[in-house]
């Protein structure tokens, strides 16, 4: 045996190579049959095995298995039994199992050499955990190794099947040497966007050497609101807050996902710093001539984590009309924004338009300007200049929450387009918008990243950005937006400005070409039989698309740079709360007070106090002086004034609103209570 650590001798030989004249052994695959042992019993589509050449060994992944008997055609079975199938056959007809095995590398005998030889008649056995990373690459890659599925081999240890993690190189996933990262499936059964937080959580703990953050849109209910949460807890951990997740159904990771996060080597956690941007809803404009995002409480906010105790990652997006205005290709129909229309938006931006009020008063100078018989104002013809200002009265309304009367001054305040933290992850909250205003959010974001990236001011090294319906924002086809140029120059020129696209969509056939191509890692879940008869995956063996026709939930085929050939594995759930259990647990709407405290000091405590014990303190209490005294507590944490014991800090507040229902004497009682507790 040439590299015996490659093979697992203790599974024994599971077939023999074999060459006909219809199919000879080449460079690139050989066929087997199968041995009747037990073990052999356990190949399946996706197993990896080793054979031998004369002097270097192949391994291969294993696809389209076939049944051989020697019969001619199928009617001689019909006539041996007589076209009767409760006939006994006087003798059992001998059968073959012969799978298609697709090399994925070969190593020679010497070191130095490089070997293509196609194999030879001999043993076949199970690949070891060595030979399969070998095999990928792994010992070439120039950059850290990010764990992205877990594969499975037929070869079994103590009762449990051979798990071998399988890699991505960091420098060809998150570049400079290649980058991005494409992900394609059948809406909700293909896992997309749990796979991405995943590997995100796996290049935040892997890769170690650099600052990385992640930026993420939640387009659907909470799913991306509550990741800073785990995904479960423990009764001797948090008891109350466990009843609570029982309540909401919330299962933990099973004994086999927890098996296969210690077999990728990775923690079991939540995203620590997680911060949460959303826009305001419709109406809650303060009509104020400078706005101050930090001043706009979360529950004006249009996103589903609001709670108190659960809104002190949530912030505010909002824009002047000087921000939106470059934007305008995007809120306006294509029919009404023509070059006339265009051109009187640059004017408004020449003249330093920040404020919906302001262009109102130059609306006004501009008709008592063309009143006096004129015929245009600085070349721009009285009926482009009422189209204007006839769209620009409805854009409040169009822009959902996102556009404010006055100028906004975030004055220190988080800002969605400011640089980013290590390991930050940035969820925007677009899942409560729609058409314009959705898409209007996505455009300037990226935008602002994309030139940030450009000045080198991302704060980061490394940043990643996951945009789903890629079909949607980067679609195929000449006609051209500025959310798909940007797209599409990230995908060219991202690598260089440390931006990594991560993209997923449905129909993999329907993205940008350019965009889809400078992916080097691309994983497939199941896709749907309109789309896999598409030329986009026309690469794959004929077996290889029946498999991802019928893949289940959790199961992936990877494609990386340094792969040969595509290798399917399985990957655990993410270790975070997703789904409308988050809102179930730490919504606001189906706690009662107590529970609303308790998640408030759960935020700012290492050991909140009890349920009980809050109860016991707020029985009798009207709810809104309650809240008071708590947010005079969380308002404190959000300026950096933290106080050492927060519940005692809320308990001598709420006795401080209570006052002014006491005597003199029940005051000087009250202080010095509080002196006490001092």
Wanted: hydrophobic share 35%; net charge negative.
């Amino acid at each position: 045996m040439l590299h015996e650590e490659f093979l697992d001798v203790g599974s024994g030989p599971i077939g023999r190579v074999v060459t006909s004249e219809e199919f000879p052994a080449t460079a690139h695959e050989f066929f087997f049959w199968t041995a009747e042992t037990e073990e052999a019993q356990r190949l399946d589509i996706g197993h990896i095995v080793v054979a031998e050449a004369e002097d270097a060994t192949a391994i291969a992944v294993l696809d389209d298995p076939r049944r051989y008997s020697d019969l001619q055609s199928f009617l001689d079975d019909f006539y041996a039994y007589d076209g009767d199938p409760t006939l006994e056959a006087l003798s059992e007809r001998v059968e073959i199992l012969v799978f298609r095995a697709r090399v994925l590398t070969t190593k020679h005998r010497d070191e130095r050499k490089k070997s293509k030889r196609p194999v030879k008649t001999g043993p076949v056995y199970f690949a070891t955990s060595e030979a399969i990373e070998f095999a990928l690459g792994a010992e070439v890659f120039s950059g850290t190794k990010i764990p992205m599925l877990l594969h499975e081999n037929g070869n079994e240890e103590n009762g449990s099947p051979q798990r071998t993690p399988l890699y991505a190189d960091a420098d060809y996933l998150l570049g400079p040497e290649a980058g991005h990262l494409n992900i394609t499936g059948m809406s909700g059964l293909s896992t997309k966007t749990s796979h991405a937080l995943f590997t995100v959580s796996s290049i935040f703990q892997k890769a170690k050497d650099k600052k990385v953050a992640a930026l993420m849109f939640n387009v659907k209910g909470a799913d991306l609101l509550f990741l800073d949460k785990p995904v479960s807890v423990g009764r001797e951990e948090d008891p109350d807050l466990a009843f609570r997740y029982e309540e909401a159904g919330q299962k933990g990771l099973s004994t086999e996902e927890e098996e296969m996060y210690a077999a990728l080597e990775l923690e079991v956690k939540p995203f620590d710093n997680l911060r949460v941007f959303a826009p305001l809803r419709h109406g809650m404009d303060p009509n104020e001539r400078v706005v101050y995002p930090a001043d706009l409480r979360v529950g004006e906010l249009n996103t589903l984590r609001n709670a108190r105790g659960e809104d002190g990652c949530v912030h505010a997006i909002v824009w002047d009309l000087g921000d939106v205005l470059p934007h305008a290709g995007r809120i306006f129909e294509p029919s009404d924004y023509d070059d006339k229309f265009r051109g009187f938006v640059e004017e408004l931006r020449a003249q330093g338009v920040r404020t919906q009020d302001r262009f109102q008063a130059l609306m006004a100078e501009i008709w008592d300007y063309l009143e006096e018989d004129k015929r245009s104002w600085r070349g721009h013809n009285p009926m482009t200049i009422a189209k204007v200002h006839n769209r620009f009265n409805g854009l409040p309304s169009k822009c959902g929450g996102l556009l404010v009367r006055g100028q906004v001054d975030y004055d220190g305040a988080p800002n969605v387009e400011e640089p980013f933290t290590d390991k930050e992850m940035r969820v925007v909250d677009i899942s409560r918008l729609t058409g314009v205003p959705q898409d209007l959010v996505v455009t300037k974001v990226i935008k602002s990243v994309w030139e940030m990236a450009e000045q080198g001011k991302l704060g980061v090294d490394k940043l990643v950005i996951f945009v789903d319906e890629l079909n949607k924002y980067a679609p195929s086809g000449s006609r051209s937006t500025p959310l798909k140029d940007t797209l599409v120059d990230i995908s060219a020129r991202g690598r260089h400005l440390n931006l990594t696209l991560f993209g997923a969509q449905q129909f993999r056939s329907k993205v940008d070409d350019e965009v889809v191509g400078n992916a080097a890692t691309s994983l497939y879940g199941r896709i749907g039989d309109e789309e896999i008869t598409n030329s986009s995956y026309r690469s794959f063996s004929s077996t290889t698309r029946d498999e991802l026709l019928q893949l289940e939930k959790g199961r992936l085929l990877l494609r990386h740079a340094h792969y040969a050939v595509p290798v399917f594995g399985r990957f655990p759930r993410p270790s975070v709360l997703t789904g409308k259990a988050g809102t179930e647990i730490f919504g606001g709407q189906n706690v009662d007070l107590a529970t609303e405290v308790q998640n408030v000091m759960r935020r700012l405590m290492t050991k909140p106090p009890a349920i009980q014990k809050i109860r016991g303190d707020v029985t009798g209490m009207a709810p809104e002086r309650v809240y008071e005294a708590l947010d005079a507590v969380n308002a404190a944490s959000r300026r950096g004034k933290s106080p050492v014991n927060p519940y005692e800090t809320f308990k001598r507040n709420l006795i401080k609103k209570m006052a002014s229902r006491f005597s003199s004497d029940d005051l000087s009682f009250l202080a010095n209570i509080e002196r006490m507790g001092e």
